[in-house]
């Protein structure tokens, strides 16, 4: 066989063993590129597990995976042995919800949200003209990115007045938008919207070793999870902390969301991008060990090794 049929072969194969995969920039707790960090938060958000193959560390694998689905762009999901597509066509089955029903996400009833615009947002939407059918749509991204605009309706909107003004949306902006309010405000910078969500995650949360190792002294409830390769926790292991493989996946997607998790790699960047999934998927007292192990190998444990 050639390196090509190779790599071909190695495609298939993790397509025929994983239900859901992703092959993209980066992996799931460090994603390379917007594009991939948006798939793996739709995929985490709808709490589906997956397998993700990261194309920067293999240029072949790269290059083969965009024949193969005869598509020329990165990230490409696959479930159950179907390619699904990249970026833009996932987000609009998000959207819909049909991402969800796809990938057999627990079903929900129709969102019916209350949304509060206030006189001065009104007054700002009144002025505001639309083309021919379009009409005003709200539009609230994976990681709570908001979009006002001018848009045609789409058969499945959830439609929402308040203050004599509508808004359509999808179904999967609905469900984030209760208790939204949407104002206008002027300032020195100059005008415009301002939205503020409750139900907006939390910000990741740094803690520091010192931090860290007190709240094992006191006996605090939290779970600490490794977010780096085996290869590196061959070298070096913080005592307790549980590998973020597929067992550690299945326990985090198995706690509540308001327990307190922090998570560590080696300096503390491929921890932060994982903790900030976390919080876009409904995770909300999620801790990023700020410096990493190695901070804590400086700080607190000189017997675990530095590298």
Aim: proline residues 5%; negative net charge.
């Amino acid at each position: 066989m050639t390196q090509s049929e190779i790599v071909r072969q190695q495609i298939t194969n993790e397509i025929k063993s994983n239900r859901v995969v992703l092959f993209m920039k980066g992996d799931r707790q460090a994603p390379r590129c917007g594009f991939s960090a948006q798939v793996c938060s739709m995929l985490g958000e709808l709490g589906v597990g997956f397998q993700t193959l990261d194309v920067l560390s293999d240029p072949q694998l790269r290059e083969e995976i965009k024949a193969f689905s005869n598509w020329p762009t990165i990230p490409q999901l696959y479930v159950d042995g179907q390619f699904v597509g990249g970026c833009d066509i996932v987000s609009e089955l998000y959207k819909t919800g049909e991402l969800g029903r796809m990938l057999g996400a627990p079903e929900v009833e129709a969102p019916n949200p209350t949304i509060r615009i206030t006189d001065a947002a009104a007054k700002a939407f009144a002025g505001a003209q639309a083309e021919g059918s379009e009409q005003l749509r709200l539009e609230i991204g994976p990681n709570f990115e908001y979009d006002l605009l001018f848009d045609a309706p789409q058969s499945n909107d959830i439609e929402v007045t308040s203050n004599g003004v509508t808004l359509r949306m999808s179904i999967a902006t609905a469900r984030k938008a209760d208790g939204l309010v949407i104002d206008f405000v002027e300032g020195p910078s100059g005008a415009g919207f301002k939205i503020e969500s409750p139900n907006e995650p939390a910000k990741v949360k740094e803690l520091s070793a010192k931090e860290l190792q007190q709240w094992i002294s006191e006996g605090k409830g939290f779970d600490l999870f490794d977010v780096r390769t085996e290869q590196e926790r061959q070298i070096a292991r913080i005592a307790n902390a549980r590998a973020m493989n597929a067992e550690g996946e299945a326990y985090l997607r198995s706690l509540d969301k308001n327990k307190p998790l922090v998570i560590h790699c080696h300096h503390g960047s491929r921890s932060r991008a994982f903790a900030q999934q976390l919080v876009s998927a409904g995770y909300r007292n999620v801790h990023n060990l700020e410096g990493g192990i190695d901070a804590w190998s400086q700080a607190v444990d000189p017997n675990v090794p530095r590298y």
